[in-house]
């Protein structure tokens, strides 16, 4: 049987553009998995860039790590400063 050879494959290498960020968190939403939601908001900070997310919300890079870590229990203020700061908005709607 011949190797494989496996590839790294990371999604912040595709997340691009505001509309792929959009589009995979309303993709997560769907499943209603808090950690999941989290560690995509993880994601899109590491594409585009902790220090600035760090900049932008006033939250230590230390305290988005914490916050967005598997482990992590982000307030919801945190979580819509990350949000705001990605220029995307939080919208509810009816089902």
Known sequence: MAK???LD???VD???SDERM????????EDDDPQLFRAALGDIA???GVSALSRDTGITRPGLYK??????NPSFDTVCKVIDS???KLVISTK
Do not use: P, Q, T
């Open 4 to 6: 494989r050879e496996l």
């Open 9 to 11: 494959w990371d999604i």
């Open 14 to 16: 595709y997340l691009d």
């Open 22 to 29: 959009a589009g995979y968190l309303e993709a997560v939403l």
């Open 46 to 48: 590491r594409a585009r």
């Open 67 to 72: 916050a967005l870590s598997s482990e992590g």
């Open 86 to 88: 990605f220029g995307l």
